[in-house]
């Protein structure tokens, strides 16, 4: 197996090369991330995007088409179930291209932005490259078919201009992989064969997150890339995901990187974890497909979670950085106990809320699926529907701008405040007889204070005021430049506690 990984690894180098040269850009050098950090710009107001709490919403079957969401791309190939299907059919091209210019219009925008969404997450396939490498789909189910979705990168270019305009950050996600990742129609070809774990499609799926990569890592309201959606968990998954992010931070050494848990979030939490880079766990959670959901009601669904809090023990393992990617209201219909309409919903709402609270509680952040359905009324699975029917609140955003009462900026504020914090942090470990770096800890505290401001003031054009989710990394890097400017010793972690009393008193002191 590490013979095999090893042969991987030396084509994805070559090719690291191959793109550079290609498309013109210019990726970091190839030591190992832990020793980059000079390669790390310090972070500054472009990072909010990434770093904030994500309350996000999926953008379904807007590229990678799935049936049960719209039926209409379908109207060319019979009883087709994926985009390979679409694109076999009658006038494939032209279908396409006239769902991706209308499915999400600028209404669709407006709405995202006005219910307090600040990102949305955005599934693609493979072969939604053609229009920008058409060599990704080389020896593929989809080359035949490379002029059908040559069209889609410029329009997801747009996708992603327009969500900036509307202050939305925006996960891509490789929903779609060489071979198929997993057996559902949404990873493209619909056959039910799961090939990407094959030399060739590994290295194939590989050269398709680097061009992502090299395309998008500059886009500041790019939050993120997707590694890939849902794969069916092997032996393979952990070393490819080891290799496959090594290879892309030669591209970009701090766009923040999504993995899936594979349907073991137990365990890749923990991988996630003992990373040093910024690495994301994507955990998706529904309670409505097997026969254990099915002997549930919502209320009990939502006290389940609530009593057993599952998402704090995989917070924790992987450092804060944990999503939920996709998750829904919907449930099975034996769990509604109830042909009324009105009872149906109450139990879809009660099961909604929980999940909410859970999600700000513990994670980095959380997309619904999905934001919008093709026809007929769905209160479980389209955003838009559930909001209607009160599932969903009006206002998903946390804190409004319009709540701010005034930022924390003041100097003599701000040194008041440093001052007491700082006499009740050497108070408190003089008692203990321990020995203290009293400076560090005020670097931390001012740290903290400016960056509460930076958080408070950024200007992204959304309505919601931009929290800082991702504290934990943003904490290590900020302390990582400390250490440059001001050297290591033990007493590191002052500059930490510091850092975060001043981070929340400003916030604090803002509403």
Request: aromatic content about 12%.
């Amino acid at each position: 197996m590490n013979t095999f990984f090893k042969k991987v690894s030396d084509k994805i180098d070559k090719e690291v090369s191959d793109i550079s040269d290609r498309l013109g850009v210019q990726f970091a050098d190839k030591t190992p991330i832990a020793t980059h950090a000079s390669n790390v710009a310090p972070l500054s107001q472009r990072d909010i995007f990434r770093f904030r709490k994500q309350r996000g919403v999926n953008l379904g079957s807007w590229f990678v088409q799935e049936r049960w969401l719209c039926e209409s791309t379908y109207c060319g190939c019979g009883g087709g179930q994926s985009d390979l299907h679409i694109a076999q059919g009658a006038n494939g091209k032209g279908i396409m291209e006239h769902h991706w210019d209308t499915w999400i219009t600028q209404e669709d925008w407006g709405a995202i932005q006005a219910q307090g969404f600040n990102a949305v997450r955005l599934p693609i396939g493979y072969y939604h490259l053609s229009g920008i490498e058409p060599s990704v789909l080389d020896g593929t189910d989809f080359e035949p078919y490379k002029h059908i979705f040559s069209g889609a990168w410029v329009r997801i270019i747009r996708a992603i201009g327009d969500a900036e305009r509307y202050g939305l950050g925006v996960l891509i996600d490789l929903h779609a992989a060489p071979g198929a990742q997993n057996r559902d129609a949404h990873s493209g070809t619909g056959t039910g064969e799961v090939r990407m774990w094959t030399r060739t499609n590994l290295s194939r799926t590989v050269h398709a997150l680097q061009v992502l990569t090299a395309q998008l890592a500059w886009r500041p309201n790019v939050v993120g890339i997707e590694l890939v959606n849902e794969p069916a968990n092997n032996n393979q998954v952990q070393k490819w995901y080891e290799d496959t992010l090594a290879a892309l931070r030669k591209i970009s050494p701090d766009l923040p990187l999504y993995i899936s848990d594979a349907w073991d979030a137990q365990w890749y939490s923990k991988i996630v974890g003992a990373r040093s880079d910024f690495v994301v766990l994507d955990h998706h959670l529904y309670r409505c497909f097997t026969p254990g959901d099915a002997t549930m009601s919502g209320d009990e669904h939502a006290a389940e979670l609530r009593n057993s809090a599952p998402l704090v023990p995989l917070s924790a393992a992987a450092r804060g950085n944990l999503i939920v990617g996709e998750w829904s209201a919907a449930l099975n219909p034996a769990s509604l106990r109830s042909n009324e309409a009105g009872e149906q919903d109450r139990q879809r709402r009660v099961w909604a809320r929980a999940q909410l609270d859970a999600y700000e509680a513990s994670c980095g952040g959380w997309f619904f699926w999905t934001w919008k359905k093709g026809t007929g009324w769905d209160a479980g699975w389209c955003a838009k529907d559930a909001t209607l029917a009160a599932i969903l609140p009006r206002w998903v955003g946390g804190r409004r701008k319009s709540e701010i009462l005034r930022i924390p900026s003041d100097v003599g504020w701000k040194r008041q405040a440093q001052s007491e914090a700082l006499n009740q942090h050497r108070n408190y470990w003089a008692s203990r007889g321990t020995y203290n770096e009293l400076w560090r800890f005020e670097d931390g505290y001012s740290m903290g204070w400016n960056d509460a401001i930076l958080f408070l003031t950024f200007n992204d054009s959304g309505l919601p005021v931009s929290e800082l989710g991702f504290r934990g990394e943003w904490v290590k890097r900020r302390t990582a430049e400390h250490i440059g400017h001001r050297g290591k010793s033990g007493n590191v972690w002052e500059f930490e506690h510091g850092f975060n009393q001043g981070f929340d008193a400003a916030w604090a002191g803002a509403f």
